[in-house]
């Protein structure tokens, strides 16, 4: 057998090792769980059993795909404005000391102001609708990228800039072919951060008003004692955001293979 | 038209630290001719790439002028190769793409150019490894990479600062010996000879390289001799052993050291 099949059955044996405890620890909580409310007596509405949740996931009488697609959208779209907001004045602000000095003062005032406290002005200025809620979840998600953007562009070393001066080449073939590569991990590692908050913003953004989505189904549970289905409303999101999350560490790896490991 | 490519008028660089002035090179004067291959040797931070990087333009000495090709310095002179003491290779490009580089910043199609990098990479013994990143190569490989995307435009001036330091002895004799073939040891009239000015630490390789070697003296850098080296060419690994290269870097060691051999101090 060659040394690196042989490489990766070990690879594939620590992986194992490593992940069983989580595993096996998911497993024996959700066991835990199920034995203490069925057998303990605990109230359904309380504590739903983790098979009643699995049935409410399916549920017929929820439109699931229909809220699903809602939540989703929203996310996805939240994520995408960040990124590309994001990215711009990232750029802008790496680019020009007078956008930096007009825009950084700013976009930190905007940051520390508390994003949830928005959606009811959100809700006054746009109504109902999926785009207050996508807009909830890029305002809360775009700062990390912008900082990211902008550091990871001006962090170039001296010696690579030399170089580019070396070859005359002009300010904008720099920013593509050295400063933008460069700043590539540090957005990538933003993203996933944006990746989170895209969910929390959406959610957030239901909360406040909504007529469809994951986030609406969970404050409809309040009234009808539901407990199950609010539980089967946060699996969804879960699903939702840890398939995103997956595609931005995916996205990652494809374009700055050179960066691994670095977060 | 001016015979000296680099003409050096009583250079000085003072750079301005947080910590206080450091005064790198003072009262530099050298005129380096068009074709001519110059090697400067000094110890360690006597301002060795200080010189270098004001010839290229990248850092504007502090005081004296400074000409390449009969026009003062202002800013980073066009077609020139530049090895620099660290390889700095872009770590997202292959080394492949990492010599094409220049291509693609001078504003010409890469595609023109992939001929000639591959030859590049193969003189230098880096034909298989062309699509790598440059992680996965050794020190000395990244450095052999960086020599070849000096050399991809054909540049007729070459500022190299140690382009052979990571190297073993004999590949270092090596690209010695490929470094005099780009240079023109052999040329003809149709081409000229490139103009080398050539940092080293190797006192056998100044030698054996050069027409002239500068000694320079420890920090603020001055030059403390202007050897010229009257050997024959083309030069040959066995010129080594001939008596007047012996009596040359005899001489330069003892500038450099201020010592003669034996370990009596001269006075
Ligand atoms: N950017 C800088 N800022 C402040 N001081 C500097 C800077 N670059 C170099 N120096 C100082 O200038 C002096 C000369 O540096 P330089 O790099 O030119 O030396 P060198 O001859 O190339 O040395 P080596 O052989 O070790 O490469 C050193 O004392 C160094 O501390
Ligand atoms: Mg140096």
Redesign the pocket.
């Known amino acids: 057998m060659c040394l690196n099949v042989r490489l990766r059955m070990i690879k594939f044996q620590s992986l194992l090792r490593q992940y069983w405890p989580t595993v096996a620890l998911f497993a024996a909580l959700l066991g835990l769980w199920q034995l203490a409310v069925s057998a303990g007596g605990i109230r359904e509405y309380l504590l739903p059993a983790p098979l009643s949740v699995w049935n409410a996931l399916w549920y017929g009488d929820i439109a699931w795909g229909q809220h699903l697609w809602a939540t989703t959208f929203e996310i996805v779209g939240a994520f995408v404005m960040a990124a590309v907001v994001g990215v711009a004045l990232g750029v802008a602000i790496a680019w020009s000391p007078l956008v930096a000095n007009a825009l950084v003062p700013f976009l930190v005032f905007v940051n520390t102001l508390p994003k949830v406290a928005i959606a009811p002005l959100l809700l006054i200025w746009m109504g109902y609708g999926l785009f207050p809620n996508m807009l909830m979840g890029s305002l809360i998600g775009f700062f990390p990228v912008v900082i990211n953007t902008a550091v990871g562009l001006s962090q170039v070393e001296?010696d690579m800039l030399d170089l580019g001066r070396v070859f005359s080449a002009p300010k904008w073939k720099i920013f593509l072919k050295i400063r933008i590569p460069n700043a590539l991990p540090y957005i990538l590692s933003a993203l996933k951060i944006t990746a989170t908050a895209a969910v929390v913003g959406a959610i957030v953004g239901e909360f406040a008003a909504s007529q469809r989505g994951l986030g609406y189904v969970i404050v409809t549970t309040q009234s009808s004692m539901n407990t199950s289905v609010a539980f089967a409303a946060l699996v969804w999101i879960s699903a939702v955001g840890l398939l995103l999350y997956g595609a931005v560490v995916l996205l990652a790896h494809l374009w700055a293979p050179w960066a691994e490991g670095i977060d | 038209m001016n015979k000296e490519l680099i003409d050096l008028d009583r250079v000085g660089?003072t750079?301005?630290?947080a910590s206080g002035p450091?005064?790198?090179?003072a009262d530099i004067s050298l005129k380096v001719g068009r074709g001519e291959f110059v090697s400067l040797v000094?110890?360690?931070?006597?301002?060795?790439?200080?010189?270098?990087?004001i010839v290229a333009g990248l850092?504007p000495a502090t005081c004296g002028t400074v000409q390449v090709n009969g026009r003062k310095v202002m800013r980073p002179i066009p077609d020139i190769g530049m090895v620099f003491?660290a390889p700095i290779l872009l770590k997202w490009r292959s080394i492949l793409d990492n010599v094409l580089l220049p291509a693609e910043l001078a504003g010409k199609d890469p595609r023109a150019f992939r001929k000639r990098a591959q030859e590049l990479i193969e003189m230098t013994g880096l034909g298989g490894f062309a699509e790598k990143l440059p992680r996965e190569l050794s020190g000395g490989m990244q450095q052999r990479a960086a020599l070849c995307r000096a050399l991809l435009l054909d540049p007729p001036l070459l500022l190299m600062?140690?382009p052979f330091g990571a190297l073993d002895a004999m590949t270092r004799d090596d690209m010695a010996l490929e470094l005099l073939r780009i240079w023109g040891e052999t040329g003809s009239a149709q081409v000229p000879r490139k103009t080398v000015l050539f940092?080293t630490?190797s006192i056998a390789e100044a030698v054996f390289l050069s027409d002239r070697v500068v000694v320079?003296t420890a920090?603020?850098?001055r030059i403390a001799a202007d050897m010229p080296i009257d050997l024959p060419r083309p030069r040959t690994v066995e010129a080594r052993a001939a008596e007047a290269f012996g009596r040359l870097s005899l001489e330069i060691f003892r500038t450099l050291t201020g010592r003669t051999v034996g370990g009596v101090t001269s006075s």
């Open positions: 001296a | 660089m750079y301005e630290a450091v005064e790198a090179l000094g110890p360690s931070g006597c301002g060795k790439s200080t010189l270098l990087r850092r003491q600062d140690e940092v630490h320079m920090r603020p850098g």
